[in-house]
């Protein structure tokens, strides 16, 4: 959203199902002009909750706070979606699918880029 320059009507803190929340409030005739911007956030959102469902999760990331989890699933999701990677499941198309060969390789280097970040 802040990449786009949406800003909101009002922003507040909220919590869902014990997770906490950041609530962004905003008018439909602002955001009708962003469509397109919304819908492929929208997009590499799903995206990254595939990856996220579709990762085993290495050694480096079993002790890693949710936050640092999520980072590098948005981090592969964007990968997935600048490569094309990602498609209608044949049996299901209303599933995506993505290459377990290209995810286990975009892992490796987003972690390696994490690590390297972290020294």
């Not at 911007?37 to 949710?66: D, F, K, W």
């Not at 198309?93 to 880029?113: C, G, K, S, Y």
Request: net charge negative.
């Amino acid at each position: 959203m802040r990449e786009h320059r949406l800003e909101p009507k009002r922003v507040w803190s909220d919590e869902r199902g014990g997770t906490a929340c950041e609530v962004l409030l905003f008018g439909q005739c602002y955001l009708g002009g962003h469509l397109r911007a919304l819908h492929n956030l929208r997009h590499h959102g799903l995206i990254a909750e595939a990856v996220s469902l579709m990762m085993e999760r290495p050694p480096a990331l079993h002790a890693a706070p949710p936050d640092v989890v999520a980072s590098v699933s948005w981090t592969l999701a964007g990968r997935v979606l600048e490569r094309a990677a990602a498609h209608p499941d044949p049996d299901d198309p209303a599933r995506i699918a993505i290459d377990p060969d290209f995810l286990r390789e975009e892992l490796q280097r987003v972690l390696a880029a994490v690590e390297s970040a972290a020294r």
